[in-house]
């Protein structure tokens, strides 16, 4: 049992993760603006009466803020052209992987509440 499930995470590895390329680099980068954003709003909060540093920490907030949202717009594209390309991935799998992930996945969809409430 445990070497199938293995044999399963190699399939699902194959189907999804190396069709979608790792946003790695542009998710370190967002997190490092936000940590410096972070330590801008330290200076705003101790020093009431500057207003130039509670203006940067503003800025830098939207800037996060969009930042984080292209990454979000990104991944959700990159979803959508997944979904796209799944039946050519699909078909491109040996007959013996798609057996192994229907047995693995179909129990689970059929049993699901959704589809009986549909039925």
Known sequence: MHERGNKLGAIRHG????NTPP???ALLANAIIIFITFLLCIPALLIPTSRTSL??????????????????????????????NLLTVWG??????????????????????????EE
């Open 15 to 18: 189907l999804f993760i190396t």
């Open 23 to 25: 946003p790695f680099p």
């Open 55 to 84: 203006k940067i920490h503003g800025w830098f907030v939207v800037i996060c803020a969009v930042f984080t949202l292209i990454l979000g717009i990104n991944e959700w594209l990159q979803t959508l052209t997944l979904r796209a």
């Open 92 to 117: 491109e799998q040996p007959d013996k992987v798609q057996s192994l992930v229907q047995q693995k996945v179909g129990h689970r969809y059929l049993l699901s509440e959704a589809v009986i409430e």
